[in-house]
């Protein structure tokens, strides 16, 4: 069994497409590395190994979601780990390029590498003068690096120049080097999709196509291409990670709420998010809910498209998990948690208040009215139904006024164009459905045909 199997427990967040790593110093002790503040995963894997966390180092200032270092530091001791370029405002060691961390027969070694961030930090792991492996955190990806576009367009061009080096100097690393990255598939802070997590420095070298570009205009140009929209809230969390993140206490919870406090928060201004499946939603629903399923991309819709500030309550199933909805938005600082409507949308009707209902239907059933795919455009361009508007479901609430009349609302399944739907219904427009489906299924059912490319 090699380091990895043996000590590296990688803690993957499918919905953000992100990576922790908690690694087992063989001492009892642990080093946590770019852990959220969901740190259930974490927890429960330490508790296994019997371990407590005595480092949490971070690579950069997250802009996806609120770090758990300084949680980890509240509650285990730990030290935290982090570049001294980031100005975190909390207790920390704060590391240059090639200051070293003694880990207890491990050593940790900070790399500079900016380009995803300014600050951003790789932190090489070493055995005596062997690398075992390298966390890269936001710079070198499994065939690709994260986006450099964060701090704004101005600064985009520069940041990609840094990366560029970044990953030059990432490169003279030995080959059989591991390459332990923080950003993956599904993540908006990187581009390509791909079930590998982990990969090593030959691997990269040989497979990563922005490696492969025959010089630093080239790969500047492909990675600038590559960058697509991202989450509003991105814009917010790195200087919220600088500041660092409220220590929890104890486990936050959603209060039951009966429907005259619910209906009191929709008329102060507060907004309801209804995370039932999609169909359940499309069946009835409060009027001005937003639809948003409880799954792994939660918290990247209720980021991009409600205030962190307002507060907010739910409507759940009895069977659903409260938790994870009380996790996946505290991750990403959504705090102010109203509640959860007891009795669900059954005291709701029972108490014969309003609702309304979407037509959710199948391919088949779609009716002949303009298509609106509200995807993300590299999904678009890779395959859409001929004729189709594209307006992506995180720029929609700006662009009400050029979804078509009658307009038949589609994603890849069907759960972001539910969103969308019920985020066009609060704007007003009730003249709407909902495809339970893919455009491939909606071609096929239409005697139609994909067609690729940008819309013109």
Known sequence: MGFAEDHLIPLVDEGLGNSAYLVDLGDGRALAVDASRDLRALRAAADRRGLRVAFAADTHLHADFLSGAVQLGHDHGAAVLASAAGRRVFPHQGLADGDEVDLGGLTLRALATPGHTDEHLSFLLLDGARPLGVFTGGSLIVNSAARTDLLGASRTEELARAQYRSLRRLTRLPDETAVWPTHGAGSFCSAPPGAE????????????????????????????????????YFDRLAALNRRGPAVLTATPTLPALDTERVRALLADGGHVVDVRPAARFAA??????????????????????????????????????LSEIVWQAYKICYERLAGRLFGGMTAWQEAGLPTSATAFVTPDQAPAAPYLDVRQTAEYTAGHVPGAVHLELGALAAHTAEVPGGAVVACGHGERAMTAASVLERAGRTDLTVLNGSPGDYAAAHGRRLTMGAAR
């Not at 570009?213 to 600038?224: K, Q, Y």
């Open 197 to 232: 997590r982990t990969t090593t420095i030959g691997t990269e070298k040989r497979a990563n196509p922005l490696l492969a570009a025959p010089d630093e205009n080239t790969f500047v140009s492909r990675l600038i291409a590559s960058l697509g929209s991202y989450p509003a």
């Open 284 to 321: 009835a629903h409060i009027p001005g809910s937003i639809s948003i399923p409880l799954r792994g991309t939660f918290a990247t819709w209720l980021g991009w498209l409600l205030p962190a500030g307002d507060p907010i309550a739910f409507v759940t199933e009895e069977d659903q998990d």
